[in-house]
């Protein structure tokens, strides 16, 4: 928790006066049974009115000034619980949007989801409770004791009897409870990412008729905190009634004891209802300082949980430095120097000592199996990741020496899977450029082959776009997804297998218009249609990491029988001598 105090500390002055009203709130709390004791002792029968409207007045302006601060303090602790949590949640927001993607594989998508909702309420719920308990809950119990034994000193030894019992009652349902609570939040996680695949996955869930087993592994996820939920309530039961039977002996107890010390003349009754309340007021007060305990453990567990995240620092450096252009001798130029490229969990490279050179305005295709690293190349490339050993160049100048945004701002990607956001055409196609003209978007839609489909809507442009894109075909999504990194008009152009669900004649003239509007841009397109890649300048062909052969489709086709093979098995012999210069 103390790693997080950095984020109270703007709302210090709140804090001050909430402090300062709680105290003021317990005072006036204490004076109240000392002043019913003083009129009941006093006696009201024989006395004149103004004596009667005086003792009125002091319990109307003790009652009001209750009720003000009181109220003043509960709202400035709900501001200061209200605002840091808010500052908690852009924190991790913050931190998370700096974490590549091996930071998201160590902490799963579910488990920010949980720790930025979930645990942070409990944080929050923690610090508006202990503005309100763990100032007022011992000031009513030190304070309850004092004036309790200014009444009597006999029966104040009740405290000794009861408060340790009551605090023995506490330690041991804490400790039976804590472990309890660091399981119920990773079950939450679980829960979460149940959830999460179950609504993603919906269509694939259908296609399969798996709803029944989807259900059950949903139901399995919902017991599991079902169970630890309800022992850790079962746990916490047993205290209230522990607390109220306290608390109802004590009463006993003092008016029993009470009763005899008013017989003998050594205590007036005055004192005795006084007493009572104080005693009550006592634990009540350890009743709040309990209610307390019950928090702090499951708030400790999410306080753990969110400081892993904002110690969690991204494996990729940003330089933050700002290469001059006339340091980038060549933008758009691409060069992998002993490049190689292994995954922190993995046991072999991914990419083994990669070496090319990629010319300014080429257009290169990536070609290869599956698994074999053609995405991880491009990843590279976008500094996802960073190379194991080796170096990549752009322009010349080792990209781990620019800042994260001015690489990415030179390169416009295109990734595998086609994302969409929640909007309308309009804002997802400005996503690359944010201040881009109604012309613009028309011309990157043309290129993209998207105008067509985004002119026969109703709402053209301003289409409502659902959560992931879903009211799109996945050509659409694609196209979509192209015309946002083409309207970005970047030095390099990112193609990660953004074809696939194209139609070869959709496919053909996107790839026409590429050509022909970005003459000038370095074009890298992953590929698994061989159609694709027959006109690219140059073709990498990987395997297993490693590159196997490059050069364009002819050099190839004639010297290595590993491309030859995945050409011929996509179209006929005539095809792919026809394209043979």
């Known amino acids: 928790m103390k790693k997080l105090f950095k984020y109270l500390k703007p709302f210090t002055p709140m804090i001050i006066v909430a402090v300062i009203l709680t105290f003021c709130q317990g005072m006036l709390n204490l004076y109240l049974p000392n002043l019913m004791s003083d009129i009941v002792n006093n006696g009201i029968v024989g006395q004149s009115l103004d004596e009667v409207y005086k003792y009125g007045m002091q319990m109307v302006i003790v009652t009001i000034g209750f009720m003000c601060c009181a109220i003043g303090a509960t709202f400035m602790a709900s501001r200061v619980s209200a605002g840091f949590g808010k500052k908690l949640k852009s924190a991790i927001y913050k931190q998370v949007e700096k974490f590549s993607l091996a930071e998201f594989k160590k902490i799963s998508t579910a488990s920010l989801i949980t720790r930025t909702t979930n645990d942070v309420t409990q944080v929050q719920q923690l610090t508006l409770m202990s503005m309100r308990m763990m100032i007022g809950a011992p000031l009513m119990c030190i304070g309850g004791i004092i004036m309790a034994l200014s009444k009597n000193k006999e029966l104040s030894v009740l405290f000794i009897v009861v408060i340790p019992i009551l605090l023995f009652a506490i330690i041991f349902l804490a400790r039976k409870i804590v472990p309890l609570f660091t399981i119920l939040q990773k079950r939450t996680d679980r829960i979460n990412q149940v959830i999460r695949e179950k609504l993603t996955g919906v269509r694939v869930i259908r296609a399969f008729g798996t709803q029944e087993y989807e259900r059950k592994r949903y139901d399995k996820a919902n017991k599991d905190i079902y169970d630890i939920s309800l022992k850790a309530a079962y746990i916490m039961s047993i205290l209230m009634p522990i607390v109220l039977f306290l608390i109802n002996v004590s009463s006993v107890a003092v008016v029993w004891f009470g009763s005899h010390l008013v017989d003998s003349g050594a205590m007036q009754i005055g004192d005795m209802m006084a007493f009572m309340q104080y005693a009550i007021q006592v634990l009540f007060s350890i009743l709040g300082v309990t209610m307390m305990f019950v928090m702090i453990p499951r708030a400790m567990v999410s306080a753990k949980r969110i400081i892993e995240v904002l110690e969690t620092e991204s494996s990729i450096k940003d330089s933050g430095k700002v290469i001059p252009e006339e340091k980038i001798t060549n933008p758009g130029e691409i060069e992998f120097v002993n490049a190689t490229f292994q995954y922190a969990d993995g046991d072999i490279p991914v990419l083994s000592n990669m070496n090319f050179k990629i010319e300014k305005g080429q257009t290169v295709a990536v070609l290869g199996g599956t698994g074999s690293g053609k995405t991880s190349l491009l990843s590279l490339m976008m500094r996802f990741y960073d190379v194991t050993e080796g170096e990549i160049k752009i322009g010349g100048v080792n990209i781990k020496e620019m800042s994260l945004?001015?690489?990415?701002?030179?390169?416009?990607?295109?990734?595998?899977?086609?994302?969409?956001?929640?909007?309308?055409?309009?804002?997802?196609?400005?996503?690359?450029?944010?201040?881009?003209?109604?012309?613009?978007?028309?011309?990157?839609?043309?290129?993209?082959?998207?105008?067509?489909?985004?002119?026969?809507?109703?709402?053209?442009?301003?289409?409502?776009?659902?959560?992931?894109?879903?009211?799109?075909?996945?050509?659409?999504?694609?196209?979509?997804?192209?015309?946002r990194a083409i309207i970005k008009k970047p030095q390099i152009y990112l193609f990660d297998d953004s074809f696939s669900a194209l139609d070869y004649k959709t496919d053909k003239k996107l790839?026409?218009?590429?050509?022909?509007?970005?003459?000038?841009?370095?074009?890298?397109?992953?590929?698994?249609?061989?159609?694709?890649?027959?006109?690219?300048?140059?073709?990498?062909?990987?395997?297993?990491?490693?590159?196997?052969?490059?050069?364009?489709?002819?050099?190839?086709?004639?010297?290595?029988?590993?491309?030859?093979?995945?050409?011929?098995?996509?179209?006929?012999?005539?095809?792919?001598?026809?394209?043979?210069?």
């Open 511 to 581: 790839r026409e218009a590429l050509e022909e509007n970005m003459k000038d841009s370095t074009v890298v397109i992953v590929a698994q249609r061989v159609s694709t890649v027959l006109n690219a300048d140059k073709i990498l062909f990987i395997d297993d990491g490693k590159i196997i052969a490059q050069g364009t489709h002819s050099e190839l086709y004639n010297s290595c029988e590993e491309y030859k093979e995945v050409v011929l098995s996509q179209i006929t012999e005539e095809e792919a001598i026809k394209n043979v210069k």
């Open 405 to 483: 945004k001015q690489l990415r701002n030179m390169i416009g990607y295109v990734p595998q899977k086609a994302v969409l956001f929640s909007g309308t055409i309009e804002s997802n196609i400005k996503y690359g450029k944010k201040d881009a003209t109604y012309e613009e978007m028309v011309e990157a839609s043309k290129i993209a082959q998207s105008y067509d489909f985004i002119d026969s809507l109703d709402d053209k442009f301003n289409s409502q776009v659902a959560q992931g894109g879903t009211n799109f075909s996945g050509g659409q999504k694609q196209r979509l997804s192209i015309a």
